[in-house]
């Protein structure tokens, strides 16, 4: 798919039991799986994995590329502060 081409791709996690998955939501078919020993080994991965970044974009920015970016967010923070 060109999205995931260009874009990368944007993965889906679940878990199975002990086994963890994960499928690209763009349906190119990329995926696979991982097995754990324990249930809530594989579903504590899966629900970290399983987050979408673009609502913390500049909160965990690196340091120097996105530095303007953090800059913003923490004087608008300040100011919602009562």
């Known amino acids: 798919m060109v999205g995931c081409r ?3 791709h944007r993965f889906d ?3 199975e039991g002990e086994t963890m998955s ?13 097995r754990y ?3 809530e080994h594989a579903r504590r991965y899966a629900r970290a ?3 979408d970044d673009l609502r913390d974009l500049g909160r965990r920015a690196p340091l120097v590329g ?3 970016l953090r ?3 923490a004087l608008r923070d300040r100011r919602r502060r009562p």
């Open 6 to 8: 260009i874009l990368g």
């Open 13 to 15: 996690f679940t878990n």
């Open 22 to 34: 994960w499928r690209c939501r763009r349906g190119c078919g990329a995926g696979g799986s991982k």
């Open 37 to 39: 020993p324990t249930v």
């Open 49 to 51: 994995f399983d987050r």
């Open 66 to 68: 996105l530095f303007p």
């Open 71 to 73: 800059l913003l967010y």
